[in-house]
């Protein structure tokens, strides 16, 4: 596959616009298009700034049949990204814990755990979401997606609340505004009163990492950190 077609098909998989991914970059729409249209390439910062905004290395992006894991991911297997998977994984956060919905029994002593399924057809399969973790203020856990009872992506994360003020509600409000081209935990800002969310990710569906944040006014009044991805 040319860069060329690895550059449209990342950027169609983690559902950008050539604008957007061009904001992301610092750079034009028109770059991005002559990108994609093989009628120029980006210089070695850019295809840096590529490969991390999309969780590859700069090797597979820049060589023909380089990481076989990789280009089977890119080109689709069961278990890869998908806009269908994006959004069943918005769906089930929405029906668990943002959605204040009820947790089933735990796996582990003391843990809250929470699952979601639908069976999408025999092209998709049958998909399930489960979110366990530990503690309250202080807290760590995992969200991972099945296919058919085969695990294929995985998310931990850990993060603490830091002032009284901090409001669950909130964070399960900002959560619930999921969506799929950002479907970690919540969206890129979310504010509701004097309460503001932002959250900020580096790579995409296949490999990544961020981090977000709750303000109460100018304080910090909670964070989490993130990361995780495909697995195999």
């Given at each position: 596959?040319?860069?060329?077609?690895?550059?449209?098909?990342?950027?169609?998989?983690?559902?950008?616009?050539?604008?957007?991914?061009?904001?992301?970059?610092?750079?034009?729409?028109?770059?991005?298009?002559?990108?994609?249209?093989?009628?120029?390439?980006?210089?070695?910062?850019?295809?840096?700034?590529?490969?991390?905004?999309?969780?590859?290395?700069?090797?597979?992006?820049?060589?023909?049949?380089?990481?076989?894991?990789e280009t089977e991911t890119l080109s689709g297997t069961a278990f890869s990204d998908s806009a269908e998977t994006r959004e069943f994984l918005c769906r089930a956060k929405r029906a668990t814990y943002?959605?204040?919905?009820?947790?089933?029994?735990?796996?582990?002593?003391?843990?809250?755990?929470?699952?979601?399924?639908?069976?999408?057809?025999?092209?998709?399969?049958?998909?399930?979401?489960?979110?366990?973790?530990?503690?309250?203020?202080n807290f760590s856990g995992e969200e991972a997606l099945w296919k058919d009872g085969i695990p294929f992506w995985a998310m931990n994360y850990s993060g603490r609340v830091l002032d009284e003020s901090?409001?669950?509600?909130?964070?399960?409000?900002?959560?619930?505004?999921?969506?799929?081209?950002?479907?970690?935990?919540?969206?890129?800002?979310?504010?509701?009163?004097?309460?503001?969310?932002?959250?900020?990710?580096?790579?995409?569906?296949?490999?990544?990492?961020?981090?977000?944040?709750?303000?109460?006014?100018?304080?910090?009044?909670?964070?989490?950190?993130?990361?995780?991805?495909?697995?195999?």
């Amino acid at each position: 596959m040319s860069l060329a077609k690895k550059i449209a098909c990342l950027r169609k998989r983690n559902l950008m616009s050539q604008e957007e991914l061009s904001q992301r970059l610092g750079v034009s729409r028109q770059a991005v298009s002559k990108w994609e249209a093989s009628e120029s390439v980006p210089d070695i910062s850019n295809l840096v700034r590529l490969s991390a905004l999309f969780g590859v290395s700069v090797d597979f992006m820049v060589k023909d049949g380089c990481g076989t894991a990789e280009t089977e991911t890119l080109s689709g297997t069961a278990f890869s990204d998908s806009a269908e998977t994006r959004e069943f994984l918005c769906r089930a956060k929405r029906a668990t814990y943002a959605g204040k919905g009820s947790e089933i029994q735990p796996c582990r002593k003391n843990s809250h755990d929470l699952f979601y399924s639908e069976d999408l057809g025999a092209e998709l399969g049958k998909l399930e979401y489960y979110d366990t973790y530990l503690g309250g203020k202080n807290f760590s856990g995992e969200e991972a997606l099945w296919k058919d009872g085969i695990p294929f992506w995985a998310m931990n994360y850990s993060g603490r609340v830091l002032d009284e003020s901090f409001s669950g509600d909130f964070l399960k409000s900002a959560l619930y505004a999921v969506e799929p081209k950002l479907p970690f935990r919540g969206p890129e800002f979310f504010r509701d009163g004097d309460r503001t969310y932002v959250c900020k990710v580096c790579g995409g569906f296949e490999w990544f990492s961020g981090n977000e944040a709750i303000f109460h006014g100018a304080r910090k009044v909670y964070e989490c950190v993130f990361h995780g991805g495909i697995v195999r």
